[in-house]
Structures are given as structure tokens and as C-alpha cells.
């Protein structure tokens, strides 16, 4: 059984930091994407970033580009996303993904169950 934990969220001032980590078990996914997408609330849910398993391939929403990197460790299974300058508006629920591509939802074919992700003003 597949599972995607995520950890690291939590509450931040504006124009700080956090790293958000996904680990990945019941299979490898060494040979896939993983990736990222968030939730606010009232919103759908959106792509947030993407890497495959060769460290020359990252997808980026425009709103985080410059701001966020994704990261893996393929020995390690897991994926990380390194969030800086945070806004407000980057407040929702991340979500890990895996074994897909793309920007859509139903791009994907694992998700974890989310952590939460708090940005004051």
C-alpha cells in the first residue's frame, strides 16, 4: 500500500520560511514525478511544484517561481519543498504527490493527506 506522509508545516511571519517534507513508502518512486499542490480554503486545489526523477526536469506555478524549490531524495524516497518569502496568500494545505505529471489533479496518481501551512500578515 502506497502512502505519502508530509511534515513541516505550521504557522510563519510573512517573508519567512519553511520546508515541507513527503515521505514515500509501500513502493519506489525513484522512477516517477513528485510533486506538490495546495489548498486554500474556499479554493480548488492548485499546482504548486513538480520534479522528476532526474534533477533536470521542475515544473513551478508562476505564483511560486523564484520563491519555492522542490527537491528529492531518491535513496531516501522522500521529496522536499523549501518555501521562502512567504505571503500570506501561500496559506492552505500542501499536499504530496506522486506518479504523475503536470499541472492538473487528475494528473497524479498518489496524495498524501496534507499538512497545513499558515502565513500571518
Do not use: H
Not at 43 to 64: C, P
Amino acid at each position: 500500500q502506497v502512502q505519502l506522509v508530509e511534515s513541516g508545516g505550521g504557522l510563519v511571519q510573512g517573508g519567512g520560511s519553511l520546508r515541507l517534507s513527503c515521505a514515500a513508502s509501500g513502493r519506489t518512486f525513484s522512477s516517477d514525478a513528485m510533486g506538490w499542490f495546495r489548498q486554500a480554503p474556499g479554493k480548488e486545489r492548485e499546482f504548486v511544484a513538480a520534479r522528476t526523477w532526474s534533477d533536470g526536469n521542475t515544473l513551478y506555478a508562476d505564483s511560486v517561481k523564484g520563491r519555492f524549490t522542490i527537491s528529492r531524495d531518491n535513496a531516501k524516497n522522500t521529496a522536499s519543498l523549501q518555501m521562502n518569502s512567504l505571503k500570506p496568500e501561500d496559506t492552505g494545505v500542501y499536499y504530496c504527490t506522486a506518479g504523475g505529471w503536470g499541472t492538473s489533479v487528475w494528473g497524479w496518481d498518489y496524495w498524501g493527506q496534507g499538512t497545513q501551512v499558515t502565513v500571518s500578515s
